[in-house]
């Protein structure tokens, strides 16, 4: 059986390193990898491949630096073009990007079965892109994956299933933080420059933030506040550096470049707590035993912050410093298994293989 998978943003090289491995124990399964070029830079995209043993990709679009739109579109035509080529069983995608959505169309349209690996997520935020991605995506999908029983139960009131399959598979990001956190130390470089052992890590990349100056600078004088009682660590996008510097944000932060997995890994098991405005790094963060402040009106994965793993406190400066307050006298059950425990790529693979016979 042919499989074609189409990933093209940081998180979906993580996910689908996990399931691609499993696919690898199947010789009855071929797989190829779609690269739209979402993600592009070595950073983002080609060290996860190298550092994560994906196999390379068989076809590379190139598209990024786009609007919507464009974006999507661009991706649809190249899509569409490999999939009348190659015609196979199935098209995988993750997530709820342009990428997710671009796979999930073209294939549709082919009337090839689509299977979507982290369904039934929502932050009820219509102003979402990414809303606007995984609510289209799950309707045109065959299969539906989804990491948590929230997620179940949203595609419940939706009226699912109504020709899809829905799945409570657990979350592939546990697999793959289980598997690669046994040896990131030993392939990790992250430390070799930085010689914080005990620091808030935080990330900041949603365009809601980064291409809001009023949200920017308010999240910004928060985590100046936070660094002088805790030194904050912020691997942060070139494009988001220069909009602070443009802005006059002279940050005493300590700023890198955006790091590969296993060097995200090392700064996870190594950091006192995640503050970030990334839908996956919430989850690392609890698997990693970290409580997390997210930097977001809304989020996902709402067991978290009704277990009180993660407190949302959008950008709002004072929201964040009372957010990180309460993270210090915190007293969460990390123990509680809510991600399906590190065998969701094993229950998909199989899934997959029964549905296509």
Not at 125 to 148: H, K, V
Not at 181 to 209: I, M, P, Y
Request: proline residues 3%.
């Amino acid at each position: 059986m042919k499989i074609i998978t189409v990933v093209g943003a940081r998180p979906q090289f993580v996910k689908a390193a996990v399931v691609s491995r499993e696919f690898k124990k199947h010789p009855s399964v071929n797989e190829l990898i779609i690269h739209t070029g979402q993600h592009h830079d070595a950073n983002m995209s080609d060290v996860f491949f190298d550092e994560m043993d994906i196999p390379k990709p068989a076809f590379h679009l190139g598209i990024h630096g786009l609007g919507h739109g464009a974006m999507t579109g661009q991706m649809l035509e190249g899509i569409e073009r490999i999939l009348l080529e190659e015609k196979p069983d199935l098209v995988l995608v993750y997530g709820d990007t342009n990428s997710t959505l671009a796979g999930a169309l073209a294939a549709a349209k082919l009337l090839i079965p689509v299977a979507h690996v982290e369904a039934g997520l929502r932050s009820f935020n219509m102003a979402m892109p990414e809303e606007q991605n995984r609510i289209l995506t799950d309707r045109l999908s065959s299969l539906l994956f989804c990491p948590t029983q929230t997620a179940i139960d949203n595609l419940t009131k939706e009226g699912y299933p109504f020709n899809n399959k829905v799945f409570l598979s657990g979350d592939v990001m546990q697999d793959a933080a289980m598997y690669y956190a046994e040896n990131s130390e030993a392939r990790s470089t992250v430390f070799k420059t930085l010689s914080l052992r005990d620091f808030v890590l935080c990330t900041l990349h949603r365009a809601e933030n980064t291409n809001d100056l009023n949200r920017l600078q308010s999240i910004i004088r928060a985590l100046e506040k936070i660094n002088k009682e805790c030194k904050v660590v912020l691997p942060l996008h070139p494009r988001t550096q220069k909009i602070m510097k443009d802005a006059g944000m002279n940050s005493q932060l300590t700023i890198i470049d955006p790091v590969g997995y296993f060097d995200m890994l090392e700064l996870l098991k190594h950091c006192k707590l995640v503050m970030t405005d990334s839908g996956g790094l919430q989850k690392e963060a609890f698997f990693f035993d970290k409580y997390c402040v997210t930097l977001r009106d809304e989020t996902e994965w709402i067991e978290l912050v009704n277990g009180g793993f993660n407190f949302l406190a959008g950008a709002d400066e004072n929201k964040i410093l009372s957010a990180y307050s309460s993270t210090l006298n915190a007293s969460a059950n990390f123990k509680v298994d809510l991600y399906g425990g590190g065998k969701a790529a094993h229950q998909i693979v199989n899934e997959i293989k029964v549905f296509l016979g």
